[in-house]
DNA sequence: CGAGAATTGGAGTGTCAACTCCAGAAAGAG
DNA sequence: CTCTTTCTGGAGTTGACACTCCAATTCTCG
């Protein structure tokens, strides 16, 4: 692991030597043989035999690859990022409504339910166990995260455009809160191995929203 | 690390042979000093070499406290539940109030700040990294998640008890979600070394939570 | 005090992890 | 076709890590 920072280096962004189409399948079969090893028993747990046997390349395939188990961590980063951000989609990218964040909560839960609660969230594990470790590895995190939140805090600010939402719900602070809420109730629900703490936050969180709403579902109206 | 589970043992309370005063000294100093360095660089970061410096020990001396570094692990978990919980005394044991549960956010985010948002939760990391790896590392983090937990369903019970919450908050339901986003924003706040994500998730969860007040603070009257 | 138990020191062991090296096989450019 | 670059195989190296072993020392308790 690094614990300096370089500014150079695109990580993510194969750079380097050019790659051929061949070249190019390897390296992907590696980190993806990395990313569900990495998922099911964490980064320090797996160990680059493992990848490469997963993989199946030989040793000196990984390397010429990717300098470091390192820069292998970033790619890997990289590609759960795309990943979690995709399983979500189209829903996370048209978050508008109330109706489409309950759609959302509901495809949230039932990911976690179909995995029986397994592995938590693919890249909250990895910033929890990367944040003190790999300063690097954390800029990708934090970049990742905010991709995430992004689309969340949209969805909330084009609610509050369009006037449902009053002028005093801030997108930007429920959207954090949000994604919070999400993380924590992943966690959770990863050491109970039951969804009743992700459900319980994201419906809190959800209802905190709702209460910003400007037409209301079923209580009296002011 | 464990996989298997076994009913026996009970962990935290040093069962096995007795201990004179200066063994359970040096055991207490061993626990210490690992649960230190786990906090700041992780379970799998930490070997037991670490430990054995940290604690000015020998070899032999972890391994006569403790049968595997598994055992040490759990141990380290029971010391970190504690020192999590006494943290938060005396408020952790009276959030019976909107004030009380507003000066605990308070509280768990002027800590840290202090530790310029370094290190995470001591047992959310743990939880983190050992849910998938330990079985019985996992069923320990989940009775110190229980018992961070009870307060805070106690407190929204009371404050439910006496009026002050209409009948349909659900202090389990909320004190699960607050939980969650206390996790979560310590996640996020870790990651990006900056209370916001903390702040915005406690706030939120708050607000969520006055949303069911009787009396409300700066509104007007039913 | 003296026996037995608890505690300590530190050398040693086997395994596994990350990473290196070099030589040979394919692929693309001209 | 041939030169260059990329890709691949696998043996080898170095160090670290979890854990063992045994002998010496200290403590407790009757």
């Known amino acids: 692991m690094n614990i300096d920072e370089s500014p150079a280096a695109p990580a993510g962004t194969g750079a380097g030597p050019r790659l051929t189409r061949k070249g190019r399948a390897t390296r992907d ?3 993806a043989a990395a990313a569900n ?5 964490g980064v320090a747990g797996t160990s680059t035999d493992d990848v490469r046997i997963a993989a199946g390349v030989s040793t000196s395939q990984i390397y010429h690859y990717f300098a470091d188990k390192c820069a292998l961590v970033r790619a890997v980063i990289a590609h759960q990022t795309q990943a979690v951000l995709e399983a979500q989609e189209p829903l996370l990218g048209n978050l508008d409504s109330l109706e489409a964040l309950r759609a959302w909560r509901d495809l949230v839960v039932g990911i976690q339910r179909e995995r029986e609660c397994q ?5 909250g594990s990895m ?3 990367l944040s003190e470790v790999d300063n690097l590895a954390r800029a990708d995190l934090v970049v990742g995260f905010a991709r995430w939140e992004t689309p ?5 600010q084009a609610m509050r455009d369009r006037g449902e939402l009053t002028a005093d719900a801030d997108p930007e602070h429920l959207a954090l809160a949000t994604l919070s809420a999400l993380q924590g109730g ?4 990863q050491l109970r191995r039951e969804t009743a703490p992700l459900e319980a936050a ?3 969180m959800l209802g905190h929203i709702a209460s910003y709403a400007t037409t ?7």
């Open 29 to 31: 079969r590696i980190v």
């Open 37 to 41: 090893l990495m998922f099911e028993r």
């Open 152 to 156: 969340i805090r949209q969805g909330l």
């Open 119 to 123: 592995g938590g969230c693919p890249i």
């Open 202 to 204: 994201l419906d809190a």
């Open 127 to 129: 910033a929890s166990e």
């Open 216 to 222: 209301p579902s079923p209580a009296a109206p002011a």
């Open 186 to 189: 992943l966690l959770l629900t």
